[in-house]
C-alpha cells in the first residue's frame, strides 16, 4: 500500500514563500494522480492543487498564479512551491494519492490515501 508524508511547513509571514514536499513510498509514483488539500481552522476540507502523472495540473481558483504543483517520479516526491502566502493560507495541509490519468483534479473524491499532514501557518 502506498504511503505519504508530507514537510515543509513552518510558519512564515504575509508575502513569504514555502516549499511542501510530499515524499511516496510502497509503490511508484508514475502510478498516481497526487493531490493537495488544506484544511483551515473552522472550515472544510479543500482541494488546491493537483497533478497527474502526464504533467497536466489543476489549481483552486484562490492559489492559482500563487502556488504550483510539480513532480520529480526518480525521486518519487511532489511539490507544492506556494508564493505571496496570505493569512487566509494557514492550514494544514495534505497531500493524497489517486489512480493516474482518471482526471481526478482537486475534488476530494477519488484519493484513497493521505498523508497526515504538515502544517503552514501565515501571520500578517
Known amino acids: 500500500q502506498v504511503q505519504l508524508v508530507e514537510s515543509g511547513g513552518d510558519s512564515v509571514q504575509a508575502g513569504g514563500s514555502l516549499k511542501l514536499s510530499c515524499t511516496v513510498s510502497g509503490a511508484a509514483l508514475r502510478r498516481y494522480c497526487i493531490g493537495w488539500f488544506r484544511r483551515a481552522p473552522d472550515k472544510e476540507l479543500e482541494g488546491i492543487a493537483a497533478i497527474d502523472n502526464d504533467g497536466s495540473t489543476a489549481y483552486r481558483d484562490s492559489v492559482n498564479w500563487r502556488f504550483t504543483v510539480s513532480r520529480d517520479n526518480s525521486k518519487n516526491q511532489v511539490y507544492l512551491e506556494m508564493n505571496d502566502l496570505r493569512p487566509e493560507d494557514t492550514a494544514i495541509y495534505y497531500c493524497?494519492?489517486?489512480?493516474?490519468?482518471?482526471?481526478?483534479?482537486?475534488?476530494?473524491?477519488?484519493?484513497?490515501?493521505w498523508g497526515r499532514g504538515t502544517q503552514v501557518t501565515v501571520s500578517s
Open positions: 493524497a494519492a489517486g489512480p493516474a490519468y482518471y482526471g481526478l483534479g482537486i475534488r476530494i473524491m477519488g484519493y484513497s490515501d
